[in-house]
Structure formats: C-alpha cells, structure tokens
C-alpha cells in the first residue's frame, strides 16, 4: 500500500524542469546582438542597392564580324567612284534621238517598250510595268549571258554579275492577291530552280502607288526588302517565306529549311525626296544586288542621271557596264 502511494504522489508532481523555471529568468537579446542584427540588414540592403558588378566586355564573333564588315563597307564606299553628272555628249545626244522617236523603240526578249513608255524616264515621271519589266529582262539576261559565255573584267569596276533570277512586276501581284496555288505561280519556274541561284530579284508594286525591290538571297540566306520611303515590309518578308516553302515542296517534295535564314533591311537603304522617283529607285536596287553589291552608290541627286542612262540602256538593249 505504501509503495501505491508513493507512485501517485510522485505522478502527480511537476517537472523538475517545470519546476525550475521560475528559477532562471527568461532569456533576452543583449544591445550588441540587436546592433549586429541591424548592421547585417543594413550592408545586405545597400548590396542589392548598389551598383552592379561591371562585366568583361566580350563581344560574341557575330558583332566582331558586323563591325568589321560596317568598317569593310565604309571604306568601300568611300574608295568607289562617285558617279557622274551626265553621259558622255554621244551618249547623251542618243538619248535626245530616243525621246523623239514614235511607236515601238526597243525590244528584248519578250519585252518592248514604245515611245509612251519611255517617256515615263523624264524627270518626275512614275515608272510603269513595261520600263522595270524591261529593265529586268536585261538584268536577267546578263546573268545568263555571262553563264554561257565568262567575260574578262579586266579593268571594269562593275563586279561580276551574279547567277540571278528576275520575276516580273505581275509575280508578286499574283502571290499577294492570289496566293501560291490559286495564282498557279509553280507553272512560273517549271524550266529554272530558283533553289540553284544566287539571287532571285523580285520588283514590289504597293497598293499601285509605291515600287520597292525585293530579293531571296541564296548566298546570305536572307529575304531582303529595299525600300526608298524606309517603311516597315513585314509582308514582303511574310509573302516571301509562304512562296519559298510552297515552292520548295513543290519542287523538291520537302519543307524549305529556314535554320539560319533572316529577314532583312538595310539602314543604308538611299532615300528618295519625292513622290515619284521609287521605280527608278528600285530598278537600280535590282541591278546592283544581281551584281552582289551590299552597299548602293547612288541617292537621290544621281537620280537625273540615272533616268538619262536607263533611257540610253533600254533604247541599245544592253546594261552599261561602265557610268
């Protein structure tokens, strides 16, 4: 009975540690360790607020490349000869001729021209189909001619053109307005693969009241869109791509690949001042690209001569190949 008795008297008392409290009083953070507290929030704050860490500079190879290749264009651009104010006083007396004539004055390939459509060449005059078209034809069938027949530059400064395709002003009205199929633009190429060549030069006519180039660069992997008003072509670049694909399953039976592809612009683009000179603008787009030139030699005030030396090409049927 004792030994019961002392089982519950011991469950009923309280903890040792229970009993202990009250001897110790409760613990409390000294001064110093709410001072180092502070000053640990305080430094941690003024490291996220500071400034950061300047990183290495590291160019990757792509911006070293542009910027050697701005610097290569420069120079380029400021060793190429201006061009001049005139033609030559022969060449220029011919053109007085031309402008006189009446009826049918130049033919090439299945284009020709007549004396209303050369007219369109005087100063302020808006380009129509008949003048790119037959400006184009002659950019095509220099690339050819120079395919069957390689000619020594020797001294000329006009680069070697390349292997180039020419669409005429009627392709890109029927991708835009008729699409791939319904426009049936596969019958287009059945005797060229446009997948071989360099360059395939596309003049764009906006909405009948603007002309800009357009180019599928094969060399540089890039849809290219020039225009002398420097406005946004995301269409060009979207019609374009559809085209290329289509195309390429067509042709090929496979999906176009794209890896590596761009869509491009140049800021050097030369502008025009006016509101009638973009097709003469876009003619001399599409000549220097099937020539491979990156950069343009021409703006705004070699326009006049420009339309005195197209006048002089297209009524002799052949490209100069000197200014």
């Not at 001072?35 to 792509?62: C, H, M, V």
């Amino acid at each position: 009975m004792k030994k019961q008795a002392l089982i519950k008297r011991y469950m009923r008392s309280r903890s040792s540690s229970l009993t202990d409290l009250g001897r110790h009083p409760p613990k409390t953070h000294s001064e110093d360790d709410t001072d180092f507290l502070r000053r640990a929030i305080e430094k941690a704050q003024a490291t996220l607020n500071g400034p950061k860490p300047l990183r290495p500079l590291t160019p990757s190879i792509n911006q070293l490349q542009f910027r050697y290749r701005a610097k290569d264009n420069e120079l380029e651009r400021r060793m190429r000869p201006a061009l001049p104010s005139s033609l030559p006083l022969e060449d220029d007396a011919q053109v007085t001729v031309f402008l006189n004539k009446r009826g049918i004055i130049a033919k090439y390939a299945r284009e020709q021209v007549s004396d209303e459509d050369i007219v369109r060449l005087k100063p302020t005059k808006w380009l129509n189909d008949e003048i790119i078209n037959f400006y184009g034809a002659m950019i095509l069938g220099r690339s050819e001619a120079c395919k069957e027949n390689p000619v020594k530059h020797g001294k000329s400064k006009v680069k070697k053109p390349l292997d180039s395709y020419y669409f005429n002003t009627f392709f890109w009205t029927k991708l835009e307005k008729e699409g791939y199929d319904k426009g049936r633009l596969a019958k287009w190429t059945k005797k060229v693969d446009i997948f071989s060549k360099d360059v395939i030069l596309i003049p764009v006519n906006h909405s009948n009241i603007h002309w800009t180039g357009a180019a599928i660069n094969m060399r540089h992997k890039r849809i290219e869109s020039y225009d002398s008003m420097h406005d946004d072509r995301r269409r060009v670049f979207k019609l374009l791509r559809q085209y290329l694909d289509l195309e390429h399953r067509n042709k090929k039976k496979t999906p176009f690949d794209f890896t590596g592809w761009q869509d491009y612009t140049s800021e050097d683009t030369p502008m025009q001042e006016n509101g009638f000179d973009c097709g003469v603008f876009t003619c001399q787009f599409l000549e220097s690209l099937s020539r491979g030139e990156d950069t343009f030699n021409f703006t705004q005030k070699d326009i006049p001569y420009l339309r005195r030396r197209m006048i002089w090409e297209i009524c002799n049927a052949t490209l100069r190949t000197e200014p």
